[in-house]
């Protein structure tokens, strides 16, 4: 368990980008397995990304291609840059961070894709 913090959300046309970044606590990041999940409004929270510590990445289906996950040893920090972004991306983003059955979430950043 951590405190994880995003930042980089905001509102964006559809086929716009942006980059969301999640600093975590260096005892967390060094270990575990970091990712980011979505929440919209009457879904579950889905993975959208995620990344180990030797770079081994896997993405939601509907934003391969689109999204790039990766992480900065040095800073502590894990981006998910996003691009070509489409509404039904519209959702709530958190920064995740897995070992075993522990989790750490961020609180959240607003990610908006509409005209």
């Known amino acids: 368990q951590g405190h994880l913090l995003e930042s980089g959300g905001g509102l964006v046309q559809p086929g716009g980008s942006l980059r969301l970044s999640c600093a975590a606590p260096?005892?967390?990041?060094?270990?575990?397995?970091m990712g980011w999940y979505r929440q919209a409004p009457g879904k579950q929270r889905e993975l959208v990304a995620a990344?180990?510590?030797?770079?081994?990445?896997n993405y939601l289906d509907s934003v391969k291609g689109r999204f790039t996950i990766s992480r900065d040893n040095s800073k502590n920090t894990v981006s998910l840059q996003m691009n070509s972004l489409k509404p039904e991306d519209t959702a709530v983003y958190y920064c995740n961070a897995k070992i075993g059955g522990i989790d750490a979430w961020g609180q959240g950043t607003q990610v908006t894709v509409s005209s």
């Open positions: 260096e005892t967390i990041f060094r270990l575990y397995v």
């Open positions: 990344i180990s510590s030797n770079d081994n990445t």
